[in-house]
């Protein structure tokens, strides 16, 4: 969950640049540290300077019509239901940007502020796209190393990416990751065969088709052969389509992603869950996904054997008579506690260990118990045990001593 929101504050952060109209960095950035030495937050800071007033009027319309078209579906029953937000305003943008620039006084958008994708005049030109594999560099040894780099960091990627998609789907599905890396190899390779970039799952197209009511994986493919179709056909017009208006889009994304509520969620559930959230997505957004979820882990894994290590030793008082219950798995780790808890028994009293609900006891917690037994007799305590009807660790301590 920290991952998912990570990934939702990131895309607002990342747009809020393109909503301005600055558009210095390409849109798919997602790393804190850019190649111009900036960051995340100086480059935002920095668009702040460079306001294109058109740009932020489209910016600001297109958040506005994405919400209020939510209301409506929620409350519609009509055709007006099927009509997805993002397409309307990537239409209203688009007239916005060519009309409107009369009605605000300003001019309209330059290309750079514009989706930018190459066009073709023919069937030839639209090939020449397409470039094809040199095999003499199948030997060289930078090759290999970096198909290497790019099948391990591309495989985590998608991993992570239907993790957090199987978060977002309504219906609680889990994707096949088997049958989701070997699709995605499959991809590569015919992707590598023509020139293209190596694909993974992504958790904006992902999230893009649930929110527009996808429900099977029909519309991923769907998503693909649109988006050919639409750079084969209309060009033209995909290239009026301000990148303010994308930008919203993402925005209004990564907020429903991000949302306020799940923040809310994971403190309720106490500081052993909300820290480690917390943690994740600060690392994730300081740093990159990858090496944030690395940070995640180690963090989230301290705090599992913090939990266990305090929830393993239960210790119960009543007036002189003790009990000392054993949960879960015993292990050196809870040595000390368990010989602090042993030596501060007062004189004259009783004690019994339970063990019977621990899955596993290290000998060195068995040899502390025993060492413990050899001097009870100087303080007058007496000691019984629950013990399991069979005792895989061959406890030796089955019996009762003063």
């Known amino acids: 969950k920290g991952m998912v929101a990570a990934i939702g504050i990131i895309l607002m952060m990342k747009q809020i640049p393109h909503l301005l109209g600055y558009d210095a960095d390409f849109e798919g950035d997602e790393s804190f540290l850019q190649d111009d030495h900036n960051n995340t937050i100086t480059t935002i800071l920095t668009a702040l300077n460079f306001l294109t007033p058109m740009a932020v009027v489209i910016g600001i319309v297109s958040i506005i019509i994405l919400m209020f078209w939510e209301k409506i579906n929620v409350t ?6 099927f009509i997805p937000g993002p397409l309307v305003v990537v239409l209203v943008s688009v007239l916005l940007n060519v009309f409107g620039s009369t009605l605000i006084g300003t001019n309209p958008l330059e290309q750079k502020h514009l989706v930018s994708i190459p066009m073709a ?4 030109e639209f090939a020449s796209f397409f470039t094809f594999p040199n095999f003499h560099e ?5 090759i290999w190393l970096a198909g290497f780099m790019l099948a391990v960091i591309a495989s985590l990627e998608t991993l992570l990416g239907i993790e957090a998609v199987d978060k977002l789907d309504p219906l609680k599905r889990v994707t096949p ?6 699709a995605q190899g499959i991809g590569n390779i015919i992707s590598g065969l023509i020139g293209g970039l190596p694909i993974t799952s992504v958790i904006v197209r992902s999230s893009a088709n649930v929110n527009a009511g996808g429900k099977t994986k029909q519309s991923a493919i769907f998503h693909g052969v649109l988006l050919l179709i639409c750079i084969i056909l209309i ?10 208006a994308i930008a919203a889009i993402l925005i209004v994304t990564g907020y429903k992603i991000a949302r306020i509520n799940l923040f809310k969620e994971m403190h309720q559930k106490g500081l052993n869950q909300f820290i480690p959230f917390c943690i ?3 690392a994730i957004l300081f740093s990159n996904l990858l090496f944030g979820i690395a940070i995640g882990i180690i963090v989230s894994v301290i705090f ?10 239960l210790m119960i008082q009543d007036n002189n008579k003790y009990l000392i219950r054993f949960r879960k798995d015993i292990t050196f780790l809870n040595k000390a506690i368990i010989k602090q808890k042993l030596e501060s028994l007062p004189n004259n009293s009783y004690l019994l260990i339970d063990i019977r609900k ?10 502390e118990i025993n060492d413990f037994l050899c001097h009870v007799h100087l303080k007058n305590i007496s000691v019984s045990f629950s013990l399991h009807e069979y005792n895989p660790n061959h406890l030796l301590i089955n019996y009762t001593k003063k």
């Open 76 to 81: 519609s029953q009509n055709w007006i239901r």
């Open 121 to 124: 005049n023919n069937i030839q």
């Open 138 to 142: 199948i030997i060289n040894p930078e």
């Open 177 to 182: 990751s088997n049958k989701e890396l070997n």
């Open 235 to 244: 060009p033209s017009l995909l290239n009026k389509i301000p990148l303010s």
């Open 280 to 282: 994740t997505i600060i």
């Open 304 to 313: 599992i054997i913090r939990g266990n290590f305090k929830s393993a030793i």
């Open 358 to 367: 621990a899955d596993f006891i290290d000998k060195d917690v068995i040899d």
